[in-house]
T-cell receptor
Framework: AQSVTQLGSHVSVSEGALVLLRCNYSSSVPPYLFWYVQYPNQGLQLLLKYTTGATLVKGINGFEAEFKKSETSFHLTKPSAHMSDAAEYVCAGSARLAGNMLTFGGGTRLMVKP | EPEVTQTPSHQVTQMGQEVILRCVPISNHLYFYWYRQILGQKVEFLVSFYNNEISEKSEIFDDQFSVERPDGSNFTLKIRSTKLEDSAMYFC???????????????FGPGTRLTVT
């Protein structure tokens, strides 16, 4: 069974600092992987996805993530945090052949200090 | 930009009552989903729906739950007899199903917060 784990329920960075949010997956086959962002009272907005091909994927708002099969990881990074990046970030996975249901991690709340 | 909408934003009901949560998926999407998130817990998959039938459901989606696409635009989740533990945020999502990696992108609505008292 597939599972997605996010290390750190809360991450705090200073404005301008590197953002690193961790996501690990476990599955019997390499999955599709996604990062979503959730602002208060809003739905989940897709930031980026990994399906096939290039393992470094770029998303919206300057975020990127790298799929590392050897580490079963899909960590999200951004070189320089902005105040507007403060939100909940959720990693999710979907098996290629299994009906496309998403399995979610627990989420990481990113706080950005001025 | 097209978006998934959900109504109501907040529903309060008494235990044992029936509730219907409504969603309007993006118009050219073919796959529809319901997820829920109990406060402080992960988002959990409930059910997926394609071609007017359930394509997959989780263990959570028992006989108390049902889904329906009553017309060309709405997608509903019904809970027949609500329990306290049904209190959660319920998210609707849709995807194109057009093939290729884009079909795996699910677009989420803002959610309906269900409170069962």
């Amino acid at each position: 069974a597939q599972s997605v784990t996010q290390l750190g329920s809360h991450v705090s960075v200073s404005e301008g600092a590197l953002v690193l949010l961790r996501c690990n997956y476990s599955s019997s086959v390499p999955p599709y992987l996604f990062w979503y962002v959730q602002y208060p009272n809003q739905g989940l907005q897709l930031l980026l996805k990994y399906t096939t091909g290039a393992t470094l994927v770029k998303g919206i708002n300057g975020f990127e993530a790298e799929f590392k099969k050897s580490e079963t990881s899909f960590h999200l990074t951004k070189p320089s945090a902005h105040m507007s990046d403060a939100a909940e970030y959720v990693c999710a996975g979907s098996a290629r052949l299994a009906g496309n249901m998403l399995t979610f991690g627990g989420g990481t709340r990113l706080m950005v200090k001025p | 930009e097209p978006e998934v909408t959900q109504t109501p934003s907040h529903q309060v009901t008494q235990m044992g009552q029936e509730v219907i949560l409504r969603c309007v998926p993006i118009s050219n999407h073919l796959y529809f989903y319901w997820y829920r998130q109990i406060l402080g817990q992960k988002v959990e998959f409930l059910v997926s729906f394609y071609n007017n039938e359930i394509s997959e459901k989780s263990e959570i989606f028992d006989d108390q739950f049902s889904v329906e696409r009553p017309d060309g635009s709405n997608f509903t989740l019904k809970i027949r007899s609500t329990k306290l533990e049904d209190s959660a945020m319920y998210f609707c999502a849709s995807s194109t199903g057009a093939g290729g990696s884009a079909s795996y992108e699910q677009y989420f609505g803002p959610g309906t917060r269900l409170t069962v008292t």
